[in-house]
Structure formats: structure tokens, C-alpha cells
């Protein structure tokens, strides 16, 4: 974990009421996929806990959603505009893993850190498949950049507006060996029924310090309670109780 300063160099919508944040700055300290940063936005007492889209030597690419007063005051922000983060924050998903053919989902908010582990699987030579589920094709973001990969990219829409109609299982592959994912609780919950792999899964849950002090994010699992900040988010599909 490392607090760093870094300046917005862009700020801009990319779906109903999502944007893409880009803060240039040092990134040596996230190391996988999957890891989150703690943004500080002035005038707010709590940071916010965002997923790290991307990252290379230059900066990190954010993906967030307008959901209160604190996202909404960030998405007035402009470029040049500077912003305290702390930064490699969880422990990200697990590369080695993975297998061969990894199945990458991502519902809604949650397909962001897909597209940074699609970009490290084919970096190790695996073959990542895509399905990015929303509720509706005006909400829908990013298929563009992992076809952009040559990663096959399914998109289902639960109104049936755009793509596959219903929900992320209903576009599962036939073949696959392993599977990762982040999104909503329900989702994550119906995909650990609706498949026999092994996987991982990142959840999304509301924090406090974001490092494991506070205990707020704590959760039960198989092998005891683990903090979603510190031990998470990415959890394997083996120790979550439902």
C-alpha cells in the first residue's frame, strides 16, 4: 500500500452515468488485477474504494459509476485537477491460476478489472473469453475494447436492448476451464450455481479504511473471517459460504 498524488488527465463519460478516470502517476505499487485504489476527494470524510480498470508505468485507468455525492463530485472534476489516493490495495486475481480458456464476467461496474486481467492472461499466453453483463445497451461500456484484444466478447442486456437477453449465465460457454468475476452479490451467487469450475470472484462491498484496520468489510468464510479489503476482494469460489 503506498499513498501517492496523482493528477487527472481524463475524466470522461463512456455509458449512462459511467466514466473513465485517468490518473497519471506512480503505479508501482499495484501488482495484479483485481487490486482497488482509496480515492480522497476533498470535502469527504471517507475515501472511495474504486477497482483498478488498468495500469502500466504511466498511470491507472478507473471505471466508476454516479451512484452519490461523492461520484458525482468526481465526475465534475477536470484534467489537471490533482487527487490523493492510497493505492495496491487487496489481493487481485491469481494469473497463475487460471487455466488455458479462463471465462472472464463482469456485471455492470464490475466489468472494469476484466479487461486488466484479459490484458495479463494473454500476456501469459491464455485464452480469455469475455461475457459483460448490464441491464440495459444504454448502460453498456467497454465491448469495443476487449474486441479490440481478440477476445471473443459476448454482452448480454437483461431488457434484451443490446446482445444476449437476461442475465450473464444465460451466455455461458460450453467449454472453459476456469472462471473469474466481479459484479453484484446476486450474480456472483448464481453463477457459483450455475457452473461446476473452480473460479474466482471478486465482491463488491462497502468499506471504511480500506486496509483491513477497521474490520468493517469482514466476512465469513470457510476458513474463517476474512476482510474483503485485505483478504479480498477477490475471493476463490471453494471458501465462500453462501
Known amino acids: 500500500m503506498q499513498q501517492r498524488v496523482f493528477t487527472i488527465a481524463e475524466n470522461a463519460p463512456v455509458a449512462r452515468g459511467t466514466y473513465r478516470l485517468r490518473l497519471a502517476g506512480d503505479t508501482a505499487a499495484i501488482t495484479a488485477p483485481g487490486q482497488f485504489l482509496e480515492l480522497q476527494l476533498p470535502g469527504f470524510f471517507l475515501r472511495r474504494p474504486l477497482s483498478v480498470c488498468d495500469w502500466d508505468d504511466a498511470g491507472v485507468t478507473i471505471l466508476y459509476k454516479v451512484v452519490g455525492k461523492g ?54 499466453g491464455k485464452t480469455p473469453i469475455a461475457i459483460l453483463g448490464f441491464n440495459t445497451a444504454q448502460e453498456r461500456f467497454y465491448e469495443e475494447e476487449f474486441l479490440a484484444l481478440g477476445v471473443r466478447t459476448v454482452v448480454t442486456t437483461a431488457d434484451g436492448s443490446y446482445g444476449v437477453r437476461g442475465f450473464v449465465t444465460d451466455a455461458l460457454p460450453e467449454v472453459y476451464d476456469t472462471f473469474c468475476a466481479c459484479g453484484p452479490l446476486p450474480m456472483l451467487r448464481a453463477l457459483c450455481d450455475a457452473v461446476q469450475q473452480d473460479g474466482q470472484l471478486s465482491f463488491e462491498e462497502r468499506m471504511g479504511c480500506g486496509f483491513g484496520a477497521c474490520m468493517g468489510c469482514s466476512c465469513k468464510t470457510k476458513y474463517g473471517n476474512k476482510r474483503i479489503c485485505k483478504e479480498g476482494p477477490v475471493l476463490t469460489k471453494g471458501e465462500i459460504i453462501w
Do not use: K, S
Open 71 to 124: 461520484t458525482d463530485w468526481l465526475a465534475q472534476c477536470r484534467p489537471g485537477q490533482t487527487l490523493e489516493a492510497l493505492t495496491g490495495l487487496g489481493n487481485g486475481f491469481d494469473v497463475a491460476a487460471c487455466g488455458e480458456t479462463t471465462l472472464l464476467i463482469g456485471g455492470g461496474i464490475g466489468v472494469p478489472p476484466m479487461y486488466g486481467l484479459a490484458r495479463r492472461l494473454l500476456a501469459a
